[in-house]
Protein backbone atom coordinates (compact mmCIF):
# COMPACT_ATOMS: atom_id res chain seq x y z
CA UNK A 1 0.00 0.00 0.00
CA UNK A 2 1.41 3.28 -1.05
CA UNK A 3 0.95 6.09 1.30
CA UNK A 4 2.66 9.13 -0.83
CA UNK A 5 -1.14 10.88 -0.43
CA UNK A 6 -3.71 10.52 2.17
CA UNK A 7 -7.50 10.27 0.75
CA UNK A 8 -10.41 10.49 2.55
CA UNK A 9 -13.42 8.60 0.99
CA UNK A 10 -17.26 8.81 2.38
CA UNK A 11 -20.96 9.90 2.42
CA UNK A 12 -21.84 13.43 2.46
CA UNK A 13 -21.50 14.94 6.00
CA UNK A 14 -19.02 12.15 6.87
CA UNK A 15 -16.71 14.81 7.91
CA UNK A 16 -14.15 14.42 5.03
CA UNK A 17 -13.59 18.39 4.64
CA UNK A 18 -12.96 18.89 8.20
CA UNK A 19 -10.72 16.01 9.16
CA UNK A 20 -8.73 16.33 5.83
CA UNK A 21 -7.67 19.83 6.94
CA UNK A 22 -6.96 19.00 10.27
CA UNK A 23 -5.07 15.60 8.89
CA UNK A 24 -2.97 18.14 6.60
CA UNK A 25 -2.22 20.82 9.04
CA UNK A 26 -0.63 18.12 11.37
CA UNK A 27 1.56 16.15 8.42
CA UNK A 28 2.48 19.59 6.98
CA UNK A 29 0.98 17.99 3.54
CA UNK A 30 -1.16 20.08 1.12
CA UNK A 31 -5.40 19.69 1.68
CA UNK A 32 -7.35 19.82 -0.91
CA UNK A 33 -11.22 19.36 -1.33
CA UNK A 34 -12.04 17.99 -4.57
CA UNK A 35 -15.12 19.87 -4.69
CA UNK A 36 -13.30 23.42 -3.57
CA UNK A 37 -10.92 22.68 -6.48
CA UNK A 38 -13.35 21.69 -9.37
CA UNK A 39 -15.71 25.22 -8.00
CA UNK A 40 -12.20 26.97 -8.30
CA UNK A 41 -11.20 25.95 -11.77
CA UNK A 42 -14.62 25.96 -13.07
CA UNK A 43 -15.59 29.65 -11.44
CA UNK A 44 -18.85 28.14 -10.21
CA UNK A 45 -20.07 26.19 -7.05
CA UNK A 46 -20.56 22.27 -7.73
CA UNK A 47 -24.60 23.00 -6.70
CA UNK A 48 -24.57 26.02 -10.34
CA UNK A 49 -22.78 23.21 -12.43
CA UNK A 50 -24.99 20.10 -11.45
CA UNK A 51 -28.28 22.72 -11.74
CA UNK A 52 -26.67 24.10 -15.13
CA UNK A 53 -24.45 21.49 -16.43
CA UNK A 54 -26.21 18.44 -15.05
CA UNK A 55 -24.50 15.54 -12.93
CA UNK A 56 -22.68 13.80 -15.56
CA UNK A 57 -20.53 16.73 -16.48
CA UNK A 58 -20.07 16.97 -12.66
CA UNK A 59 -18.87 13.75 -12.94
CA UNK A 60 -16.81 14.34 -15.69
CA UNK A 61 -14.93 17.28 -14.13
CA UNK A 62 -14.48 15.00 -10.82
CA UNK A 63 -12.60 12.57 -13.06
CA UNK A 64 -10.38 14.49 -14.65
CA UNK A 65 -9.61 16.71 -11.14
CA UNK A 66 -8.77 13.17 -9.61
CA UNK A 67 -6.61 12.01 -12.36
CA UNK A 68 -4.65 15.08 -12.50
CA UNK A 69 -4.31 14.93 -8.26
CA UNK A 70 -3.43 11.76 -8.05
CA UNK A 71 -0.09 12.36 -10.16
CA UNK A 72 1.44 14.70 -7.11
CA UNK A 73 2.47 13.75 -3.67
CA UNK A 74 1.99 14.50 0.12
CA UNK A 75 -1.31 15.65 -0.21
CA UNK A 76 -4.57 14.50 2.05
CA UNK A 77 -7.51 14.72 -0.58
CA UNK A 78 -11.16 15.05 0.61
CA UNK A 79 -13.05 13.53 -2.36
CA UNK A 80 -16.95 14.14 -2.91
CA UNK A 81 -19.28 11.75 -1.57
CA UNK A 82 -19.60 10.10 -5.19
CA UNK A 83 -16.12 10.10 -6.66
CA UNK A 84 -16.01 5.75 -5.74
CA UNK A 85 -18.97 5.59 -8.49
CA UNK A 86 -16.21 5.18 -10.71
CA UNK A 87 -14.00 2.84 -10.49
CA UNK A 88 -11.26 4.76 -12.27
CA UNK A 89 -11.11 7.00 -9.80
CA UNK A 90 -10.71 4.73 -7.64
CA UNK A 91 -7.87 3.11 -9.44
CA UNK A 92 -6.01 6.52 -9.73
CA UNK A 93 -6.45 7.27 -5.98
CA UNK A 94 -5.20 3.78 -4.94
CA UNK A 95 -1.34 4.46 -7.56
CA UNK A 96 -0.31 6.76 -5.09
CA UNK A 97 -2.64 7.40 -2.05
CA UNK A 98 -4.14 5.10 1.24
CA UNK A 99 -7.72 5.47 1.22
CA UNK A 100 -9.33 6.16 4.40
CA UNK A 101 -13.25 5.40 4.77
CA UNK A 102 -15.02 7.71 7.26
CA UNK A 103 -17.79 5.56 8.14
CA UNK A 104 -20.58 6.92 10.22
CA UNK A 105 -24.24 5.76 10.06
CA UNK A 106 -27.36 6.82 8.31
CA UNK A 107 -28.61 8.66 11.48
CA UNK A 108 -25.65 10.29 12.03
CA UNK A 109 -24.95 11.67 8.96
CA UNK A 110 -28.58 12.75 9.13
CA UNK A 111 -27.98 14.76 11.56
CA UNK A 112 -25.34 16.59 9.99
CA UNK A 113 -26.83 17.49 6.67
CA UNK A 114 -30.21 18.40 8.13
CA UNK A 115 -29.95 21.64 7.88
CA UNK A 116 -27.79 21.87 4.56
CA UNK A 117 -29.87 22.75 1.13
CA UNK A 118 -26.52 23.15 -0.69
CA UNK A 119 -25.75 19.40 -2.01
CA UNK A 120 -27.62 19.02 -5.28
CA UNK A 121 -28.37 14.97 -4.40
CA UNK A 122 -30.01 16.16 -1.26
CA UNK A 123 -31.49 19.41 -1.87
CA UNK A 124 -34.52 18.75 -3.15
CA UNK A 125 -35.85 16.67 0.25
CA UNK A 126 -36.59 17.71 3.92
CA UNK A 127 -37.39 15.75 7.09
CA UNK A 128 -37.98 12.19 6.83
CA UNK A 129 -37.95 12.52 3.11
CA UNK A 130 -34.33 13.30 3.53
CA UNK A 131 -33.76 10.76 6.10
CA UNK A 132 -35.09 7.78 3.71
CA UNK A 133 -33.24 9.40 0.83
CA UNK A 134 -29.88 9.17 2.31
CA UNK A 135 -30.25 5.41 3.82
CA UNK A 136 -30.85 4.55 0.35
CA UNK A 137 -27.83 6.42 -1.28
CA UNK A 138 -26.22 4.78 1.63
CA UNK A 139 -27.01 1.16 1.14
CA UNK A 140 -26.49 2.22 -2.73
CA UNK A 141 -23.12 3.23 -1.89
CA UNK A 142 -21.33 1.26 1.28
CA UNK A 143 -20.11 -1.48 -0.26
CA UNK A 144 -18.60 0.49 -3.03
CA UNK A 145 -16.84 2.30 -0.04
CA UNK A 146 -15.66 -0.67 1.88
CA UNK A 147 -14.28 -2.40 -1.28
CA UNK A 148 -12.66 1.35 -2.53
CA UNK A 149 -10.53 1.62 1.03
CA UNK A 150 -7.57 0.24 2.45
CA UNK A 151 -8.62 1.46 6.31
CA UNK A 152 -12.29 1.70 7.65
CA UNK A 153 -12.73 4.48 10.39
CA UNK A 154 -15.79 4.44 12.28
CA UNK A 155 -15.53 8.52 13.59
CA UNK A 156 -19.47 7.83 15.19
CA UNK A 157 -19.45 10.06 18.07
CA UNK A 158 -15.95 11.06 17.35
CA UNK A 159 -15.00 14.73 17.22
CA UNK A 160 -12.49 15.75 14.29
CA UNK A 161 -9.71 15.39 16.60
CA UNK A 162 -10.09 12.18 17.94
CA UNK A 163 -10.92 10.87 14.37
CA UNK A 164 -7.65 12.54 13.20
CA UNK A 165 -6.00 10.74 16.47
CA UNK A 166 -7.85 7.03 15.42
CA UNK A 167 -5.78 7.30 11.98
CA UNK A 168 -2.86 8.49 13.46
CA UNK A 169 -2.92 5.37 15.31
CA UNK A 170 -3.98 3.50 13.30
CA UNK A 171 -1.74 4.16 10.25
CA UNK A 172 1.23 4.53 12.68
CA UNK A 173 1.86 8.33 11.71
CA UNK A 174 4.04 10.28 13.66
CA UNK A 175 2.64 13.58 14.56
C1 LIG B 1 -21.83 14.18 -3.98
C2 LIG B 1 -21.21 14.67 -2.86
C3 LIG B 1 -20.75 16.06 -2.76
C4 LIG B 1 -20.45 16.64 -4.16
C5 LIG B 1 -21.62 16.46 -5.04
C6 LIG B 1 -22.04 14.99 -5.21
C7 LIG B 1 -22.30 12.77 -3.98
O1 LIG B 1 -19.56 16.11 -1.98
O2 LIG B 1 -19.32 16.04 -4.72
O3 LIG B 1 -22.69 17.20 -4.52
O4 LIG B 1 -22.59 12.21 -5.05
O5 LIG B 1 -22.38 12.17 -2.87
P1 LIG B 1 -19.52 15.94 -0.36
O6 LIG B 1 -19.46 14.47 -0.08
O7 LIG B 1 -18.27 16.64 0.03
O8 LIG B 1 -20.74 16.59 0.17
Not at 46 to 53: G, L, P, R
Request: charged fraction near 30%; charge should be neutral.
Amino acid sequence: MKCENLILIGFMGCGKTTVGALLAKRLGWTFIDTDRYIEQEQGKTVEAIFAEEGEQTFRGLERDCIARLSRRRHQVIATGGGAVKDADNVRALRETGCILYLRLPASALYERVANDDTRPLLKPYAGEEKRRRIEALLAERGALYEAACNQIIDGEGMNPEETVSLIRKRLGLSF
